[in-house]
């Protein structure tokens, strides 16, 4: 099945179903990019799960976080809460990871950044995340995984993002090229060749509202010895491209035939 649109309308239902399989994401190796310039939030991921799309959460021209590994719904949800009222990454990952608050913590992975606080990016890894588990930050990005085959993919994702920013690529450029380096070096090691079976990109503009992303490709639900979804988002992102770029709001939602 594959499906595309313009507009609102398609943006609240692809968003609906990112609700809906939430609590089913977990993820592999995710991204998160800030341009301070326009406020805008750029997000990425992939998997060799079947919807990893669900890990992210942000608040338009506030920030952003990523919730993987156990993929705690909640404790995203209370994220974007404290973001919206301005309260510092360090301060927000204090709360979500309170045993009070989450008792299962040490499973769980997180990025929390925020304009407010573009260079003091804040990642956590629980002790029982699965190996491999790290992540790598810089001024107003992060990227973080588990399930990989080493420390390799996260080194090739944070290389990526710091040599197309420098280039000034646009943001979703620079998200689509780091996910690729991070498929290139290993992806998930679940996956073998194939890398990953889920991904996307989703790109937040401060001038909209936040059920309408100005870009969101989503690829799910990949057979298992598919093709690479991450190499399919990027052939939808040259579909966008050559079609709907500068379009107020974009989205799709590929699920492809078994």
Same mark, same amino acid.
């Given at each position: 099945?594959? =499906?595309?649109?313009?507009?609102?309308?398609?943006?609240?239902?692809?968003?609906?179903?990112?609700?809906?399989?939430?609590?089913?994401? %977990?993820?592999?190796?995710?991204?998160?990019?800030?341009?301070? +310039?326009?406020?805008?939030?750029?997000?990425?991921?992939?998997?060799?799960?079947?919807?990893?799309?669900?890990?992210?959460?942000?608040?338009?021209?506030?920030?952003?976080?990523?919730?993987?590994?156990?993929?705690?719904?909640?404790?995203?949800?209370?994220? +974007?809460?404290?973001?919206?009222?301005?309260?510092?990454? *360090?301060?927000?990952?204090?709360?979500?990871?309170?045993? %009070?608050?989450?008792?299962?913590?040490?499973?769980?992975?997180?990025?929390?950044?925020?304009?407010?606080?573009?260079?003091?990016?804040?990642?956590?890894?629980?002790?029982?995340?699965?190996?491999? %588990?790290?992540?790598?930050?810089?001024?107003?990005?992060?990227?973080?995984?588990?399930?990989?085959?080493?420390?390799?993919?996260?080194?090739?994702?944070?290389?990526?993002?710091?040599?197309?920013?420098?280039?000034?690529?646009?943001?979703?450029?620079? #998200?689509?090229?780091?996910?690729?380096?991070? =498929?290139?070096? @290993?992806? *998930?090691?679940?996956?073998?060749?194939?890398?990953?079976?889920?991904?996307?990109?989703?790109?937040?503009?401060?001038?909209?509202?936040?059920? +309408?992303?100005?870009?969101? #490709?989503?690829? %799910?639900?990949?057979?298992?010895?598919?093709?690479?979804?991450?190499?399919?988002?990027? @052939?939808?992102?040259?579909?966008?491209?050559?079609?709907?770029?500068?379009?107020?709001?974009?989205?799709?939602?590929?699920?492809?035939?078994?």
């Amino acid at each position: 099945m594959r =499906a595309s649109s313009i507009g609102s309308v398609v943006s609240r239902c692809v968003l609906a179903a990112i609700f809906l399989f939430a609590g089913q994401a %977990h993820a592999t190796w995710s991204i998160i990019v800030l341009d301070p +310039e326009t406020r805008t939030i750029g997000l990425a991921g992939a998997s060799c799960s079947d919807y990893v799309a669900g890990i992210s959460g942000y608040v338009p021209g506030k920030g952003a976080v990523m919730a993987q590994a156990a993929s705690n719904w909640q404790a995203k949800t209370k994220a +974007e809460e404290l973001i919206r009222t301005g309260t510092a990454p *360090d301060q927000i990952l204090a709360t979500i990871i309170d045993p %009070h608050f989450d008792p299962d913590f040490s499973r769980q992975q997180y990025a929390i950044l925020t304009f407010d606080a573009f260079d003091k990016p804040v990642t956590y890894t629980g002790t029982n995340a699965e190996d491999y %588990h790290g992540a790598i930050t810089g001024d107003g990005f992060s990227t973080q995984g588990n399930m990989l085959p080493g420390s390799a993919v996260l080194e090739a994702v944070a290389t990526s993002i710091n040599a197309t920013r420098k280039a000034k690529q646009p943001i979703e450029e620079i #998200l689509l090229s780091a996910l690729e380096a991070g =498929a290139s070096a @290993g992806g *998930d090691k679940r996956c073998g060749k194939q890398r990953a079976t889920s991904a996307f990109i989703t790109v937040i503009r401060a001038d909209l509202p936040w059920w +309408e992303p100005y870009l969101n #490709l989503n690829v %799910h639900h990949v057979k298992k010895g598919g093709p690479n979804a991450v190499a399919m988002v990027r @052939g939808e992102y040259r579909r966008w491209k050559a079609r709907y770029r500068g379009s107020r709001s974009t989205s799709w939602s590929i699920a492809p035939q078994p």
